[in-house]
Structures are given as C-alpha cells and as structure tokens.
Nanobody
Framework: QVQLVESGGGLVQAGGSLRLSCAASGRVFSINDMGWYRQAPGKQRELVAR???????VYAGSVKGRFTVSRDNAKNTVYLQMNRLKPEDTAVYLC?????????WGQGTQVTVSS
C-alpha cells in the first residue's frame, strides 16, 4: 500500500500563487508516475499535471505556462507550483501515484481562488 498526504491548499486572490505538496509513504518503491488531478463541484475529475520518475511532465492545456509540477524522489514527494491563479482553478486538488497495478489517491486539498 501507498499512502499520500497533500498539503498547501487554501484561499488566494486571483493572480496569486500556491504550492501544493504530496508526500508518499509505504511501498514507495512501487511508484512510477505521480500527478495532480482536480475536481470542481459538479464537474468530472481532470488531470492537471503528471511527472514520471525520470522527470518527464505532462500538463493540461488550461494550466500550461502557469503551473509547474516537480518531484523529489529522495523525499518521495511531488509538488505543484501554481502561479497566476484564476477563479476557474478553484477545486479540490488530489495527488495520484501510479503503483504499477494500483493507482493511489490522496484525500485532497481545497484550493479556492477569489476574483
């Protein structure tokens, strides 16, 4: 099993920044890709960004150029730096880890961007 714990969410004004962190514990040696998803009220969960163990990244078009995903393999932690935040970025942000045969999810952290 892998446990994921997110932190760093909160309330910020439009144009501001937040940094999310997700620390993994347990069977961390099984983790390949890690990433961030988000889910807004009444909407489907969507990919925000993913990063491979080697540092390759994928971003949703809506966040490209504003968000940066990074990873510290020694600390088993993935980060999401969010700049120039917009009200439409408001959602619960969930950390995800690909454990090979199993996908693991964190409990989520709320990000609210006020206009």
């Amino acid at each position: 099993q892998v446990q994921l714990v997110e932190s760093g969410g909160g309330l910020v004004q439009a144009g501001g920044s937040l940094r999310l962190s997700c620390a993994a514990s347990g069977r961390v040696f099984s983790i390949n890709d890690m990433g961030w998803y988000r889910q807004a009220p009444g909407k489907q969960r969507e990919l925000v960004a993913r990063i491979t163990r080697g540092g390759g990244t994928v971003y949703a078009g809506s966040v490209k150029g504003r968000f940066t995903v990074s990873r510290d393999n020694a600390k088993n932690t993935v980060y999401l730096q969010m700049n120039r935040l917009k009200p439409e970025d408001t959602a619960v942000y969930l950390c995800n880890a690909d454990g090979g045969s199993t996908y693991y999810w964190g409990q989520g952290t709320q990000v609210t961007v006020s206009s």
